[in-house]
T-cell receptor
Framework: AQKVTQAQTEISVVEKEDVTLDCVYE???????LFWYKQPPSGELVFLIR??????QNEISGRYSWNFQKSTSSFNFTITASQVVDSAVYFC???????????FGTGTRLQVFP | KAGVTQTPRYLIKTRGQQVTLSCSPI?????VSWYQQTPGQGLQFLFE???????NKGNFPGRFSGRQFSNSRSEMNVSTLELGDSALYLC???????????????FGPGTRLTVL
């Protein structure tokens, strides 16, 4: 069965701090896709990053970076030098091959204080 | 390029009524998926349509149905509304799924449905 776990319910940081959001997933498929989405108070889910199971290279994009480790089934997301505008709920999601069905974690609410 | 649009943005209905929500995908996107978001159950997959055919369905009762038109626009319908149907309904579109690889889903702003 597929499952995504985000153990952190809420995180509070002060502006300019780095923050890492944890995500652990379960799947039996060898080909799968992992995503991070951001949901600001307006409600729309905003796509942030995507990682394919066959590509374990970790990257940095601006203030965002991610650490994908198949050995521990983790896909953690880091925001460097956080800003107040980063305040939102962040969702990790999993999708297996041949299906557009996204399995979401319960989300982590990030509050960045000035 | 315009994003995914959903109408209406807010809706108030009473128990027993039915409701239809609309979703227009990003131009060129042919797959549309629907999700329900509630505080208790989180984000849950409802169904996915591609080329006017339902390809996947989540674990929801038959009161929840949908369809897709030839221009890829999609509607979802909930009949005999219950209080528990109060939720944010999100629509997402993706370019095309082929050969096992999937495309990123882009979400609309959602329709917030309140059932009284």
């Amino acid at each position: 069965a597929q499952k995504v776990t985000q153990a952190q319910t809420e995180i509070s940081v002060v502006e300019k701090e780095d923050v890492t959001l944890d995500c652990v997933y379960e799947t039996r498929d060898t080909t799968y896709y992992l995503f991070w989405y951001k949901q600001p108070p307006s409600g729309e889910l905003v796509f942030l990053i995507r990682r394919n199971s066959f590509d374990e290279q970790n990257e940095i994009s601006g203030r965002y970076s991610w650490n994908f480790q198949k050995s521990t089934s983790s896909f953690n997301f880091t925001i460097t030098a956080s800003q107040v505008v980063d305040s939102a709920v962040y969702f990790c999601a999993l999708s297996e091959a041949r299906t557009d069905k996204l399995i979401f974690g319960t989300g982590t609410r990030l509050q960045v204080f000035p | 390029k315009a994003g995914v649009t959903q109408t209406p943005r807010y809706l108030i209905k009473t128990r027993g009524q039915q409701v239809t929500l609309s979703c227009s995908p990003i131009s060129g996107h042919r797959s549309v998926s629907w999700y329900q978001q509630t505080p208790g159950q989180g984000l849950q997959f409802l169904f996915e349509y591609f080329s006017e055919t339902q390809r996947n369905k989540g674990n929801f009762p038959g009161r929840f149905s949908g369809r897709q038109f030839s221009n890829s626009r999609s509607e979802m319908n909930v009949s005999t509304l219950e209080l528990g149907d109060s939720a944010l309904y999100l629509c997402a579109s993706s370019l095309l799924s082929s050969g096992g690889a999937i495309d990123t889903q882009y979400f609309g702003p959602g329709t917030r449905l309140t059932v009284l």
